[in-house]
């Protein structure tokens, strides 16, 4: 998959991730602090990232601030994203499976470098559920 990530510092695991999708053959597009060229603060690194699902430039996002919080909500101002922030893999799994989220979100400051082995490997192996009770919650989020 191409996926875009971005984080607002270098801090934590921000570099990790890059490198574990890496590693696990998908092709990363940096942003915020991850890039050479542009601005590093949480809502225009997370923006830049999640308009990348949004306009299909990108399969996935993740976006990673010190909290997740910041990262998470402004990744999900932009249509057709859902963002999920996850600090373990049960959660991950979770939201790729119940609420067809594209986009993590990562708490640089809560993740360790094992934690975020075991949510990107949830998360890259979840797929999201064809109950129907399930689709009409997503589909719904476009409708809110
Ligand atoms: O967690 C965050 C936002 O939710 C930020 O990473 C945190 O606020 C630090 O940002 P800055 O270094 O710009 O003060």
Do not use: F
Request: charged share 25%; net charge negative; proline share 2%.
């Amino acid at each position: 998959m191409r996926i875009s990530v971005a984080a607002d510092s270098l801090d934590g695991v921000a570099e990790q991730v890059v490198t574990a999708l890496r590693e696990r053959g998908h092709e990363v597009i940096p942003h915020g602090a991850l890039s050479a060229e542009e601005r590093d603060d949480w809502a225009w690194a997370s923006e830049s990232a999640a308009r990348d699902v949004s306009e299909g430039r990108a399969d996935q996002a993740v976006v990673c601030c010190w909290t997740g919080t910041g990262a998470s909500i402004a990744a999900n101002k932009v249509p057709g994203v859902r963002a999920a922030l996850c600090v373990d893999a049960y959660t991950a799994d979770g939201a790729r499976k119940w609420n067809d989220a594209n986009a993590l979100a990562i708490s640089l400051r809560l993740t360790s470098a094992v934690m975020l082995d075991e949510i990107l490997d949830a998360w890259l192996a979840g797929r999201p559920s064809t109950d129907s009770a399930d689709r009409a919650n997503v589909a719904h989020l476009g409708e809110i």
